[in-house]
């Protein structure tokens, strides 16, 4: 009896601290409701449009997690929508309301090179369009530099600087810890240079894997290189990221007046001069303070210039990883991808689709489940466009092969074409406890795989000779959409990543161009008049509750917390470094099965930020291994 009043004194107490946990959040929101008051409607008054890119440019944001946005949780790095900044920066270039555009870059984490050079060729229309492009930023890196490069006043903080560090950088390796630890990995792989697997099998990387990545790194950074040359061709690039000590050297270690010397930037001033010189293009603020200009939000003029959502060319967003199962957007979930298809085929009059790809693959079994989506839409009628973001590579690819013709940039990673599995089984950990196992079996494959007693030679064999049939698959789907031999494209994959440029060379890409080009050439294809050829954007429904919260909060973010200075920075990706590791072991406990996924896109990618959610699965995921 004892034990049953204490079960329901337990239960009361849950059920008063839920009570009182929605009670909060009620009157919180009925608070936040009331004393809401919604910004001017855009139009109303002229000024700068303000692009403070407090966060990443991606090709899809991740759905909006109303629970961190009401309890502050989670990283508050924002996501912005390729496709929007552009339609923005489009709609100001005749906008008479919008006086300059302003970019504030002190919060910008990147968004990989195709999509900066997509805004730096949006930033310099508005330019030709006689408006000025005005940037800022305490310290410039290479990315949040290569939108500023394209700017007509690019402004650095005094104590600041520009810290231009090139493609490259450091991958994780786990053989030593595995080794200590006693864990036997498996690897099953087709690909010479199919590395995602080495970091938990070699402790560095092996010499077809540094081959491979050096020709990236260094076709990224040469075009890297050119863009901003264009755009600021009287710039001392070269002898500036070449030799910093020197440039440091020539002005005492003053690194903002170094990159002024160098032509990298124009004026020195901090943000308060920098926003009294923008005042004087676009107006004082409507309060008067000092170092204020009277800026337009972009969020609210980006949704009031989201491009028409009523045409007959479906666009089919693929971003993120690929993975089984259901996801919400910014991911590449296998069922929920091909239903919204499947569902668009049914209910609308499409007359031509383009697959917009922005993922380093993932599971071959999702990505299958999307490309045979898209073969239903071809096998209706309609043309089919791929147009290639920043990476579509491995499972980027596979979901590829349908199209009649694929766009990319010189900038995209793409290729990768190889496939791989990976187990861990823990017998050696085990033995050091001194714990064994022992069993019967009926066959080779009885009770496998055992991952406390090791797999047998049977089920390596067998798993091996799997994964070489789906490479075998992965080759023939490439082979029949480009027209070549199976043999003259295994010469071409084994894994091997390409950059756009030289994919193009070796005919894994038709042609150069964004999404605005693929768009033109399927109602080319469909024989509809280019004046009239208008998207269908293929998406889930956006959550009106969640838009809701976020413009809620909107005007209570800042970027306090953005980091300005080289150390902070690097602590910031530290950070992320950290979060890779476990996400790694996440990926080597519980990824799928067999995968067409690239560890090098990952890298030289857009990045990645890890929101509320993501850190809750990973620790879940900490705490069932400690478990």
């Not at 890297?224 to 690039?237: C, G, M, N």
């Not at 049939?469 to 494209?489: E, M, N």
Request: glycine share 10%; proline share 4%.
């Amino acid at each position: 009896m004892a034990f049953v009043k204490g079960a329901w004194r337990i239960l009361v107490a849950i059920k008063d601290g839920l009570v009182l946990l929605f009670l909060l959040l009620f009157f919180g929101l009925l608070y936040a409701a009331l004393s809401f008051s919604p910004r001017p409607a855009q139009g109303v008054r002229s000024g700068a449009l303000l692009l403070d890119l407090d966060g990443t440019i991606v090709e899809q944001p991740a759905e909006v997690d109303t629970v961190a946005l009401l309890t502050g949780s989670g990283d508050r790095a924002k996501e912005y929508r390729l496709a929007d900044i552009v339609a923005a920066l489009d709609a100001a270039k005749t906008d008479t309301k919008v006086k300059a555009v302003v970019l504030k870059l002190d919060g910008f984490l990147g968004g990989g090179q195709v999509a900066l050079s997509r805004v730096g060729r949006a930033l310099d229309e508005v330019r030709a369009a006689k408006k000025p492009v005005l940037a800022y930023a305490t310290l410039y890196s290479d990315d949040s530099y290569q939108l500023a490069a394209h700017a007509s006043e690019a402004w650095v903080d005094p104590l600041g600087g520009v810290a231009i560090m090139g493609r490259g950088g450091s991958n994780l390796y786990y053989k030593g810890l595995i080794d200590k630890l006693g864990v036997n990995t498996h690897v099953y792989r087709v690909g010479t240079y199919k590395s995602f697997v080495e970091p938990f099998i070699r402790a560095d990387q092996s010499p077809a894997a540094k081959e491979a990545n050096q020709a990236l790194a260094d076709a990224l950074w040469q075009d890297w290189q050119q863009d901003v040359a264009k755009a600021r061709p009287k710039a001392k690039l070269a002898a500036y990221v070449q030799d910093p000590v020197a440039a440091a050297r020539s002005t005492g270690g003053d690194m903002a007046k170094a990159a002024l010397a160098a032509g990298l930037v124009d004026k020195l001033g901090d943000e308060s001069a920098f926003g009294d010189h923008v005042a004087k293009i676009a107006g004082n603020p409507a309060d008067d303070r000092a170092g204020g200009f009277a800026a337009i939000e972009l969020n609210s003029y980006m949704r009031a210039h989201r491009p028409a959502d009523n045409g007959q060319i479906g666009v089919l967003t693929v971003a993120g990883d690929i993975v089984d199962g259901e996801a919400g957007p910014g991911t590449a979930a296998g069922d929920t991808i091909s239903s919204l298809l499947l569902r668009a085929l049914a209910e609308k009059d499409l007359k031509a689709l383009v697959v917009r790809v922005d993922s380093p693959g993932g599971s071959v079994m999702a990505a299958e489940k999307i490309r045979s989506a898209i073969m239903q839409a071809k096998s209706e009628g309609l043309p089919v466009v791929v147009s290639m973001g920043n990476v579509a590579a491995s499972g980027g690819y596979w979901v590829s092969t349908p199209a009649s013709v694929i766009f990319a940039e010189p900038d995209t990673i793409t290729g990768s074409i190889g496939v791989f599995g990976i187990l861990p089984s823990f017998e050696g950990t085990l033995a050091k406890m001194g714990i064994t196992t022992d069993g019967v079996r009926t066959t080779p494959l009885s009770g496998q795989p055992d991952l406390f007693g090791g797999t047998t030679p049977a089920f390596d064999q067998v798993m091996q000779m799997g994964v070489e049939d789906i490479y075998r698959r992965f080759v023939g789907v490439v082979a029949q959409s480009r027209r070549k031999s199976p043999l003259a494209i295994d010469a071409i994959a084994q894994g091997r990543v390409w950059d756009g440029g030289t994919a193009r060379q070796i005919g894994l890409v038709d042609r150069f161009g964004g999404l605005e080009d693929a768009i033109a050439e399927a109602a080319k294809l469909a024989k509809i008049d280019p004046a009239k050829a208008r998207p269908y954007w293929i998406e889930k429904e956006p959550d009106q509750w969640a838009e809701w919260i976020q413009a809620l909060t909107e005007r209570e973010s800042d970027d306090a917390g953005a980091p300005r200075d080289m150390l902070a920075r690097q602590a910031l990706l530290q950070r992320r470094w950290a979060w890779q590791a476990v996400a790694d072991a996440r990926a080597m406990v519980t990824g799928a099965g067999v995968r067409a996924d690239c560890l090098e896109c990952r890298g030289f990618g857009a990045p990645r930020t890890v929101g509320a959610s993501e850190q809750r699965g990973v620790l879940g995921m900490l705490a069932a291994l400690l478990r």
